[in-house]
């Protein structure tokens, strides 16, 4: 699967994208942050706030229980705010 990261969340992860197996136990896209959580502070700084973050998969929005079989692209970004 491809996660891809943007806005602060790259920067905070130092990545924009990587492709990753899912990882056995993961489910879904709570699961997977969950799972992303554990792989540094890097990690589980910038998702800390699983609340605020937004999440497409396959290119449409999804939530936290959307279920993910392991080759989909998952798209991680802040709230965005406009002016």
């Given amino acids: 699967m491809k996660i891809l990261y943007f806005a602060s969340l790259r920067q905070r992860t130092g990545t924009g ?5 899912l990882p056995d136990g993961v489910r879904d896209v709570a699961g997977l942050i969950d799972w992303l959580k554990g792989r540094g502070p890097e990690y589980s700084d910038a998702l800390a706030d699983t609340s605020a973050i937004r999440v497409a998969v396959n290119q449409e929005f999804a939530t936290l229980e ?10 991680l970004f802040p709230p965005m705010t406009g002016g």
């Avoid at 994208?17 to 197996?21: N, P, Q, T, Y």
């Avoid at 959307?66 to 798209?75: C, D, H, I, S, Y």
Wanted: aromatic share 0%; charged share 40%; glycine share 6%.
């Fill in 17 to 21: 994208e990587e492709d990753i197996s």
């Fill in 66 to 75: 959307t279920a993910l079989e392991g080759n989909e692209e998952v798209a």
